[in-house]
């Protein structure tokens, strides 16, 4: 499977200009994955793609940010390691197959409703009033949102995008009080087999062993990393 690509089509920049091969996505600044160049094949100049990079984001008042995965240019990270970026947020890939009936009652709905959308944004809302855009780009793309609700409240989230024969999973979250209880388990089973996909891909960052430990239980291994530069 090619992972940059898988990755960067279920969670699409609502703008992108392309440059010699090169992708250089905007959103407003909410992710830095769709905030990033995606730098796939060889430019014929690679000083030149770099500044035209930089003066992108510069128009935007971003940083400059770099995806640098498996099917990156060709010395690009090096080169980018001596103009003085930094890595960050190393990102690991894993890829799973069948996984079991859910345990809980999962609600699964082809567009966010608004508890899904409070309860994946009071986990992982990083970006002040970004909801909004974030959701926009959620939209980007057909996907499924899965829910464990108690009370009413959606307590464990995720989406699931399905691309061919594979589902990308994404916006895994459970709120602090329910942690602890397998409903993230249920929320990932319902999505993949709601989807019918043969496979399954995720991601999440590499310091993140507890999640890394819930998903090798669920039958996921590691498959591809990625990491970010920053300027």
């Known amino acids: 499977m090619d992972f940059d690509l898988l990755v960067h089509?279920?969670?699409?920049?609502?703008?992108?200009r392309t440059y010699d091969g090169w992708i250089l996505r905007y959103a407003a600044g909410v992710t830095k994955r769709a905030n990033s160049v995606l730098p796939l094949g060889r430019p014929a100049d690679l000083t030149g793609a770099i500044e035209a990079a930089e003066a992108f984001y510069a128009e935007k008042g971003q940083r400059s940010v770099f995806?640098?995965?498996m099917g990156a240019t060709p010395g690009l990270d090096d080169e980018l390691s001596?103009?003085?970026?930094?890595?960050?947020d190393p990102t690991v890939i894993m890829v799973g197959g069948v996984v079991p009936?859910?345990?809980h009652p999962v609600r699964v709905e082809e567009r966010p409703w608004p508890g899904w959308l409070e309860a994946w944004w009071a986990v992982d809302g990083r970006y002040?009033?970004?909801v909004e855009v974030a959701e926009r780009i959620c939209r980007g793309v057909p996907a499924l949102y899965a829910a464990v609700e108690e009370d009413g409240q959606a307590v464990a989230v995720g989406r699931g995008v399905p691309q061919g024969e594979t589902i990308g999973i994404y916006c895994m979250a459970t709120l602090p009080q329910a942690r602890r209880r397998g409903l993230a388990r249920s929320v990932l089973r319902a999505l993949v087999r709601r989807s019918g996909a043969r496979t399954a891909y995720l991601v999440t960052t590499a310091p993140n062993e507890a999640a890394q430990a819930l998903y090798r239980s669920e039958g996921f291994e590691v498959r591809g990393r990625y990491h970010y530069r920053v300027k």
């Open 9 to 16: 089509e279920a969670w699409p920049a609502y703008e992108q």
């Open 101 to 103: 009936q859910a345990v």
């Open 67 to 69: 995806s640098v995965g």
């Open 128 to 130: 002040a009033e970004g």
């Open 82 to 88: 001596a103009r003085g970026y930094e890595t960050v």
